[in-house]
């Protein structure tokens, strides 16, 4: 819609225009309908308030010279002006946004622990495959190599009266029921029995300790010798014969020579048969293991002597 300039009477579009009429530069007013608000003059940025600005950010800075204008080589007046290189007060610089913090997006944590425990059960699975199989074959060749030692176990009944048990060879001395009136109770139909060995050795110490014979019942069950340090304070006059074995034993020079030693047995009243046993071990890659056991048997008598 076009209208005419009150100045110089000539028709123009105000909104083309902005209102100021193209051939005489004169502002035309209009109709509400047809209103246009004069432009907005350009703002510089230097005259917005800055943080951190002082008053001298914002003195008039001083006219250049005019020798300045006169240069040949300066760029016409209606040339675009090059951009400020000054520091922008505030140390800002405008038209550009600046960073509050560290530059860069910030880290993302999440990405960093699901990445941190991906690497960990990489680790731990491949441990867990390098070392498991190795581990289960050692458990089923040990489990293999102890039911081998059981099949192969051997129990032999002595011959002659004398157990052997290498290095050692076993003979019954004496196997008697003797009373007892200590302080500690007597299991019912219990009764104590003395069995005295004596105990030979043929060729060197071994490296390990014999076990102490222990006592196959006739109902097959069995007992083991009672510990020598409870029976001292019982039997205090038989203190050398409890602690010979095998001390005195190792002390032999001869497998002609003997040393007597004393075992005691918790048995019924009733039992009138038994058998000795007594152990022989061989060494393994590791430790020492059970390869044979030698059984003495003997009767038991049904009376306790009187004392």
Known sequence: MKIRCESCNKKFDPRKHDGVCPYCGAWTSVG????????????DPWDLPQDGAQAADFAPQPAAPEAAESD????????PAAPDSRPFPGGAQPGFPQPTGAQGPAPRRGCSRLLGWSILLFVLSVAVFMLLPPFIE????ARA???DRVADLAVVEAEGGIAVAAPFSYRLAEARRVSYSGAWPMPEGEGLLRVELAVSMSGSRPEWDPTDPYLRLDDGSYRMAIYSYDLEPLFPEEYDLLTAFPYDVYRLETPSEAASCVFYYLVPQDCAEAALCFESYAQGDYDAYLTQVAELPFSIPEEVPAE
């Open 145 to 147: 190599t102890a039911q």
């Open 138 to 141: 050692s458990r089923v060749t």
């Open 32 to 43: 509400a309908e047809d209103r246009i608000d004069p432009p907005a003059p350009a703002v």
């Open 72 to 79: 040949p080589h300066s760029p016409p007046a209606d040339f």
